[in-house]
């Protein structure tokens, strides 16, 4: 069993910075690729960014330039640099990763960006 627990979120004025966490425990073997996603209230969950094993990144164009997504392989931690956030950033934030054929999802951070 691979455990995935996020952390970081709160709230934050538009034009604020967070840092999101993703950090993972259990059977950890490598996986292809790590990625965060977003769920508004009424909303259908949303790919933000993704990370390969290699480093290679991707990012949803509403939040290219602003976020940025990497990996700490020592620490087995995935992290999420948020910057210049906007109200519709407003958000339960998940990481996400498949180990061994498994897909796994954190239970999620909270993310409030408000004046």
């Known amino acids: 069993q691979v455990q995935l627990v996020e952390s970081g979120g709160g709230l934050v004025q538009p034009g604020g910075s967070l840092r999101l966490s993703c950090a993972a425990s259990?059977?950890?073997?490598?996986?292809?690729?790590m990625g965060w996603y977003r769920q508004a209230p009424g909303k259908q969950r949303e790919f933000i960014a993704i990370?390969?094993?290699?480093?290679?990144?991707n990012y949803a164009d509403s939040v290219k330039g602003r976020f940025t997504i990497s990996g700490d392989n020592a620490k087995n931690t995935m992290y999420l640099q948020m910057n210049s956030l906007k109200p519709e950033d407003t958000a339960v934030y998940y990481c996400?990763?498949?180990?061994?054929?498994?897909?796994?999802w954190g239970q999620g951070t909270q993310v409030t960006v408000s004046s």
């Open positions: 996400n990763g498949i180990f061994r054929g498994i897909e796994y």
């Open positions: 259990g059977s950890i073997f490598a996986s292809a690729a």
């Open positions: 990370i390969t094993s290699g480093g290679s990144t």
